[in-house]
């Protein structure tokens, strides 16, 4: 099963975060144990910098991408044309990197990773 995790789900898995919920939590362990795999938007990324640059949580990207290289149960969803096209359809949500992680969502149409209540209000396929 593929998975897409928006930012918060996924450094709250990689820091090993009490907020990621016992449902989220169980989708990465099945992606660690080779029984699915989660899409990271490349927004996710960009985002990841940030949220290190500003000490907002303890990621640091090098490590975060060693992880994802060492096994097939990330792919990092990169942005193109058809991402940027989806992103300009979706008009409900003020946020351009959640749009993008829902275009990434929908053009996969699969389950996307998210706590975010303004995400699960626009994208109903949202685990948490």
């Known amino acids: 099963m593929y998975y897409v995790a928006d930012t918060h789900a996924f450094v709250w898995y990689l820091t090993d975060s009490s907020q990621l919920s016992r449902k989220a939590r169980d989708v990465f362990d099945s992606a660690e144990k080779g029984e699915a795999i ?7 990324l960009l985002e990841c910098i940030d949220i290190a640059d500003k000490k907002k949580a303890p990621v640091r990207l090098e ?16 942005i ?6 989806e992103t ?3 008009k ?3 946020d351009l990197h959640d749009r993008v ?3 990434t969502a929908n053009l996969f149409d699969v389950p996307l990773i998210s706590k975010d209540v303004i995400i699960k209000n626009f994208y109903k ?3 948490w």
Not at 38 to 44: D, G, K, Q, R, Y
Not at 63 to 78: H, M, P, R, W, Y
């Open 101 to 103: 992680i829902v275009a």
């Open 63 to 78: 490590e975060l991408l060693l992880k994802i290289s060492q096994g097939n149960n990330f792919l990092v969803s990169e």
């Open 92 to 94: 409900g949500l003020k």
């Open 125 to 127: 396929n949202t685990i």
């Open 38 to 44: 989660i899409i990271i938007p490349a927004t996710v």
């Open 80 to 85: 193109t044309l058809s991402i940027i096209l």
């Open 88 to 90: 300009n359809r979706i």
